[in-house]
């Protein structure tokens, strides 16, 4: 299946830990998009690429959390020194640009820490 | 800043019967989309409907439908005929066009579809 893949699915941590995270999207996307969705709420925009570059990053992605997607290929989102408000399940999401682009989700990694 | 509202945090309908679930959103931009996202009992969120702003008609897929009022900056959701899969956490989403691409999404709705 060519659909976007997540690895690990699960992940498990001790607080203090860093983690990283891997999202192969759709290989003909060229926009990569990564949310963070907790227990009860709707997911939230962390930050997206376009090919290689990093355009966007929302305020919840502290100086902690680092993305990259080099050669505008897969991606890696990367958690230093994690926390306990950590904990939630890291969607990522590929699209091709344009106006209409639907964007095509992952099953996500969901980050426990303890 | 946008944000859209779910209302309905969950509902429950038999099979073969019709629901509505409810969005509304609230943004000063003219240009945007609005999605229905589905997300079942662990699996991976799949679109469900698209609407775009500026199309005055109501878009349909299928047994799903959707009501866009865009003055009153609502968008619902109407599952036609429901069934035992339709059973997962349904998400409202809202994209401004002018300002990227991020997906801004509402708290979701859990509905139960019972035989």
Redesign the interface.
């Known amino acids: 299946d060519t ?2 893949s997540q690895d690990p699915r699960h992940k498990i941590t001790k607080r203090g830990q860093n983690v990283t995270f891997r999202c192969d999207p759709i290989s003909e996307h060229n ?1 990569l ?1 990564w ?1 963070r969705q907790t227990l ?6 962390l930050t ?1 690429f376009q090919n290689e570059a990093q ?2 990053k ?1 305020r919840l992605l502290s100086d902690r959390f680092s993305a990259e997607r080099p050669k505008g290929s897969f991606s890696t989102l990367e958690i230093q020194r994690t926390e306990q408000g950590d904990s939630a399940m890291y ?1 990522c999401a590929s ?1 091709l640009s344009g ?10 990694t969901r980050l426990t820490v303890l | 800043a946008q944000t ?1 509202t779910q209302s309905q945090p969950e509902m429950s309908v038999q099979e073969a019967e019709t629901v509505t679930l409810s969005c509304t959103y609230d943004t000063s931009e003219n240009n945007y ?1 609005l999605f229905w ?1 589905k997300q079942p009992p662990s ?5 469900v409907i ?1 609407q ?1 702003a500026y199309k005055q008609q109501n878009a349909t897929e299928n047994r799903f439908s959707v009501n866009f009022q865009k003055a009153a900056k609502s968008f619902s959701l109407k599952i036609s005929d429901s069934q035992l899969g339709d059973t997962a956490m349904y ?1 409202c ?1 809202f994209r401004d ?1 002018q300002a ?9 709705t859990t509905l139960s579809v019972s035989s």
């Open positions: 659909g976007v926009r998009y949310y009860g709420q709707g997911p939230e925009f997206y355009l966007e929302s969607l699209s106006v209409g682009g639907e964007q095509f989700f992952g099953p996500g | 859209v989309y996202y699996r991976q969120m799949i679109l698209r775009e998400f989403a066009n990227g691409t991020a997906l801004i999404f509402g708290k979701g």
